[in-house]
């Protein structure tokens, strides 16, 4: 069957952070198809200018539109804060920013106080702040740019003790703040968990892919663009890079089974 509700959709990020959104997705909504695409020659975005986030987000989607995506998800947090709102409206499909879909489920918890940890580029542009408190004035946020986070899942490298130690000097930090929930706000912190659980219970940390995927659902079936699934014969998952598609599968292997091997754009 070929229709419309067939087409693939769209995901990005800068490198593999994104696939944690991926994977819940795949899970939860197995007979789509996707089309994955990592950044990572423009890695980490977390110290871009919202100018070089913009052009990198208008790049992607021109390149979703031409393999005939039906939606695209922003499944980059730095994305969805800096270039989301200038792009929202230059193209005909739905597109998803991770930040703005889950602020209002959050916010609408009753919670009083929030911490945030994510990328430069997301702490700066207040984001997540702003969001929050539009579905709940009340509520306190902090937010913390954890600098090191991305390049340390990047690398695999959580192992190492100088890691372990970005980790905690900025867990501490915000735990000072006494927060109900702390907001994992980039896609590359939950592969953290196993150390960030040393110092605070697990069901403080809110991995937002989750309440995401759970969205996304809901928002993709009431505008009929679901897979009906009565043949998934034609189902499909590729994956793109911006560099070394060797690397990516070597540091996507403990987070997502890459069975595609991703192609170099
Ligand atoms: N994983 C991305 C995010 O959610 C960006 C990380 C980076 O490249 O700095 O913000």
């Avoid at 899970?27 to 070089?52: A, F």
């Avoid at 980059?76 to 998803?96: F, G, L, M, R």
């Avoid at 609408?108 to 430069?120: D, H, P, R, S, V």
């Avoid at 004035?137 to 003790?161: H, L, P, R, Y």
């Amino acid at each position: 069957m070929h229709n419309f509700n067939n087409k693939p959709i769209g995901f990005f990020d800068s490198g593999v952070g994104g696939l944690s959104v991926l994977s819940r997705f795949k899970k939860v909504l197995p007979n789509e198809s996707t089309i994955y695409y990592g950044d990572t020659i423009h890695l980490p975005y977390g110290n871009k200018t919202k100018k070089e986030l913009i052009g990198y987000a208008r790049n992607i989607m021109n390149f979703m539109l031409k393999k005939g995506v039906k939606a695209v998800i922003i499944a980059c947090n730095t994305s969805s804060a800096q270039a989301y709102d200038t792009i929202k409206n230059e193209y005909d499909v739905p597109i998803y920013p991770i930040i703005q879909s889950c602020s209002k489920i959050i916010a609408q918890n009753k919670l009083k106080k929030i911490g945030i940890f994510a990328t430069e580029a997301t702490v700066m542009s207040g984001k997540y702040t702003e969001e929050l408190k539009k579905y709940n004035s009340e509520i306190q946020v902090k937010e913390i740019a954890s600098k090191n986070w991305v390049g340390i899942v990047e690398n695999s490298i959580t192992d190492i003790d100088a890691a372990k130690k970005h980790i905690r000097y900025e867990l501490e930090e915000m735990l000072l703040f006494n927060p109900d929930k702390i907001i994992l706000g980039c896609t590359h912190y939950p592969y953290l968990m196993n150390e960030f659980v040393k110092y605070a219970p697990k069901d403080i940390f809110v991995d937002p892919a989750e309440i995401f995927v759970d969205y996304l659902k809901d928002d993709l079936s009431s505008r009929e663009l679901l897979n009906n699934g009565v043949d998934s014969s034609d189902r499909m998952e590729q994956f793109y890079v911006t560099s070394s598609p060797a690397d990516f599968v070597k540091n996507a292997k403990i987070f997502y089974d890459v069975k595609n091997s991703p192609i170099l754009v």
